[in-house]
């Protein structure tokens, strides 16, 4: 797991790594799409664990991608990755 101190003011883009999770056979994985806000510099914990999330950040805005079996977990997963999320302000399947 690897702690990375970010400035959300730039652009950063970053795609999945391990499709697997919800392209994977027998059971597909719902895929949810994140709005979210963050502070100007906040941390990203990125691992092993969440390398099948995608997200894109500029101007303390985000969007990520996040395949979970509910909109809550999709939330979970998200504030694990970053611990400094100010707020979540939608949460939709995509």
Same mark, same amino acid.
Do not use: Q
């Given at each position: 797991?690897?702690?990375? #101190? ?72 998200? #504030? #694990? ?5 100010? #707020? ?7």
């Amino acid at each position: 797991m690897e702690i990375i #101190k970010i400035n959300t003011v730039e652009k950063l883009s970053i795609d999945s790594s391990n499709t697997t999770r919800y392209l994977g056979y027998p059971r597909k994985v719902p895929l949810w799409k994140l709005e979210f806000n963050l502070p100007e510099l906040c941390s990203l914990v990125r691992g092993e664990d969440n390398s099948d999330i995608s997200f894109e950040i500029e101007h303390s805005s985000g969007v990520a991608f996040v395949p979970s079996l509910s909109n809550k977990e999709a939330e979970y997963r998200l #504030k #694990k990755m970053f611990p400094d999320v100010l #707020k979540i302000k939608s949460c939709l399947r995509a």
